[in-house]
């Protein structure tokens, strides 16, 4: 299921970076993807409560039902005029948009680094359910971990469009270096909570932070590319989180089998090294239009 986004997310970021100003990256980008924290916060509001009442099966079934209805909605109310040309093999295609990419000075180094930056946010993700309930132990624990994901949810549908804003006035690179430096800085501090409040604010925090470094990365994927092709490259704008989503949970099975709590130092020293490649990155010159 994770796998099938991928294209669909690629071609969304690529029909905003050829129609959206390059002044106005970072905005565009972050209100688009205040979309998935929006997710991020009713869903778990609603569907804590639900597992709890009606189990895991109801809460599945309810989620194909809405995606069915937002397919059939964007089937009948999405207008694209956009026609292909054909010719070439899909195959040939895709493994050209690779080459395009390995042959970018910056690029090359770019998509590691948001590997890097993407597996530290994702793997305190995926393990923040387990360590919401070694916290609270009480009754109610999918309702628990609703209203932790939940308030994280809501911090980044705030935090992401500041960021853009941000990013759009003081440059785009400097922006996504100077959170990123801020991650390392804060990432430790939910392994360092003793109960639930304290745990939340903190994850809020850092939660709204991520999100917005997040978005400020497609906008120095996009202005890093040259016009010509950069809806090839942006095409693989949301590789580096589902990459993240690989690494992230894959080093989270060796760090947690002593304590959970050691994901989150852990998506500190990810997100250090992920500023080492993204230096290299900038210094890099980019291909040229």
């Known amino acids: 299921m994770m796998s099938f986004s991928l294209g669909n997310s690629g071609l969304m970021t690529t029909t905003l970076a050829e129609q959206t100003p390059q ?16 997710g991020a916060f009713m869903g778990p509001l609603i569907g804590g409560p639900l597992v ?14 809405l995606t069915l209805a937002t397919a059939l909605e964007l089937a009948s109310g999405y207008k694209d005029h956009y026609q ?4 070439e093999r899909l195959l040939t295609m895709a493994l050209d948009s690779v080459r395009i990419i390995y042959s970018s000075p910056r690029s090359r180094p770019l998509f590691p680094a948001l590997f890097l930056l993407d597996a530290g946010w994702m793997l305190a ?26 308030v994280g949810g809501l911090s980044a549908l705030v ?18 270096l100077a959170g990123a430096l801020e991650q390392v800085i804060l990432w430790p501090i939910p392994s360092l909570a003793h109960e639930l409040v304290s745990f939340g604010l903190a994850w809020a925090i850092i939660n709204g932070l991520a999100s917005g470094i997040f978005a400020i990365s497609f906008s120095v994927l996009a202005s890093s590319s040259p016009t010509h092709v950069r809806g090839r490259i ?56």
Not at 53 to 64: D, E, K, V
Not at 84 to 87: I, N, V
Not at 167 to 175: F, G, L, S
Not at 238 to 262: D, E, H, K, Q
């Open 23 to 38: 002044r106005r990256y970072g905005l565009t980008f972050s209100i688009m993807n205040g979309a998935a924290p929006v």
């Open 52 to 65: 709890n009442r009606y189990g895991f099966r109801t809460l599945l079934a309810l989620n194909a039902i």
């Open 84 to 87: 292909g040309k054909g010719g």
């Open 125 to 150: 993700y995926t393990y923040l359910p387990l360590a919401t309930t070694r916290l609270y132990q009480g009754p109610d624990q999918g309702t628990a971990v609703g209203l932790i994901m939940g």
């Open 159 to 176: 935090f992401s469009p500041l960021i853009g804003a941000l990013a759009d006035r003081y440059v785009h690179w400097r922006v996504l």
């Open 234 to 289: 942006m095409s693989f704008s949301y590789l580096p989180v589902n990459m993240g989503v690989v690494i992230g949970p894959a080093i989270g099975s060796l760090v947690t089998r002593s304590i959970v709590f050691a994901v989150f130092p852990t998506a500190s020293a990810l997100t250090a090294l992920s500023i080492g490649m993204l230096l290299i990155a900038h210094r890099n010159a980019a291909l040229p239009d």
